[in-house]
């Protein structure tokens, strides 16, 4: 009887340590987390303004430099052209991540599968894939008659071209709608270089075509009724149409326009429990259609 109670003991010792073992493996999953994303960092980030035909002339055959000139002057390459003076930065090797605003990682999205900001002061946008930055560019949003709104809204439909609802003279490509009724969306248009558009956002043709491919679209149970809203968009912030254009305080101050991960964490938590909450119905009915 000594004998097998003393197997028992060592058979439900070795069970404790196998299942601690386990505990310990799982712990270890729930924490990992993707890759972060190698991104090159210049050595330094200042601004000063240069001439733009002169720039131009000593950069035109550089992209990566070109790129980053057209996103902190917040335009594309047919308004630049068209500028006296260009905010350039001193040291141009970094990737474009470090001359906008949003942070590189936000651990407060860590649960958010895929979600888009579009930030009214600084004019610019950004993609996060669970809380990590994918893409990030400049955008021109409503002018000061027909303002861009602000809040939660998820993406809805898309079409590579479409007209205008406002003006059918606007010929709009790579469209995505976050908003129905109003017909708000974001596309590729010009970009001159400040809140320009009848409340949409606009965007360079590189980008509106990375997020439309990038985005989910809604699905409909019927053409009443939506059964699964796409990725979440939240729009923020105000502009002062009266004042400077904001990156010019990039010269005085190249931190001028930074938008910290507690920003980021304040404007998406009122929206928290609502964007879960659908991106579970998505994966839901996604697992049910299989």
């Known amino acids: 009887m000594k ?11 070795i069970l404790i340590v196998s299942c601690k073992e386990h505990d310990k493996v799982e712990s270890v999953e729930d924490v990992e987390s993707d890759p972060v994303i190698t991104r090159q960092e210049p050595k330094s980030v200042s601004y000063h303004l240069e001439n733009t035909k002169l720039w131009l002339s000593a ?6 430099m070109l790129g980053i000139a057209y996103a902190i002057n917040r335009t594309d390459a047919n308004n630049l052209k068209q500028m006296d003076s260009i905010i350039i930065p001193g040291d141009i090797s970094g990737d474009i991540e470090f001359y906008l605003p949003f942070p590189l990682l936000v651990s407060y999205l860590k649960n958010i599968k895929k979600i888009i900001f579009f930030s009214y002061p600084t004019q610019t946008f950004a993609a996060y894939e669970k809380g990590q930055l994918i893409y990030t560019g ?10 861009t709104p602000t809040g939660l809204f998820f993406t809805n439909w898309k079409a590579e071209e479409t007209t205008s609802t406002f003006d ?5 490509r790579w ?11 974001w596309h590729q248009y010009s970009l001159p270089g400040y809140p320009a558009s009848h409340s949409c956002l606009r965007l360079q043709e590189k980008d509106a075509k990375l997020l439309y491919e990038w985005a989910d679209e809604w699905q409909l149970a019927d053409s009443e009724t939506v059964k699964v ?9 105000g502009y002062d149409f009266k004042a400077p254009k904001p990156w010019l305080q990039l010269i005085a101050n190249p931190k001028a326009l930074a938008i910290s991960e507690k920003e980021i964490e304040e404007q998406t938590m009122p929206f928290l429990s609502t964007i879960l909450k659908e991106q579970k119905n998505r994966e839901t009915v996604q697992s049910d259609e299989k």
Not at 229 to 237: A, D, L, N, R, S
């Open 3 to 13: 004998k097998l109670v003393l197997l028992l003991n060592i058979s439900f010792m």
């Open 59 to 64: 950069h035109a055959g550089d992209d990566k």
């Open 229 to 237: 809203k796409g990725t979440p968009v939240v729009v923020f912030g």
């Open 138 to 147: 400049p955008t021109n949003m409503g002018s000061e008659k027909h303002k």
């Open 175 to 185: 469209n995505f709608n976050v908003e129905n009724k109003l017909g708000v969306g």
């Open 168 to 172: 059918d003279e606007w010929d709009l």
